[in-house]
């Protein structure tokens, strides 16, 4: 049986990555009626259908692919450098 294997996305789109025919329909213009889909990634990101362009409106995702109101830190800001004041020595 022919496989196809699909990736999906955070928006919950499925696209076919590859095509996979089976070894009986190799050196053929013929693929299986019935298919197998295979899981073969799962994406970090929306599809290019649902991502939008730059001057559209901006939506923040979290990790989960949820829309949420500002965008993930990734790091903890850095704190501002304490500067020792140099001790008295009397
Ligand atoms: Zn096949
Ligand atoms: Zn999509």
Redesign the pocket.
Known sequence: MCTSEYIV?T???RREMEFIQCPRRQGTNVKCARLRHRERRVSTN??S??LVRPDAEVKYMNRMGEVVEEPQAEEPEAEEPVVQEPAAQN
């Open positions: 996305y928006c919950g789109c929306y599809c259908r649902d």
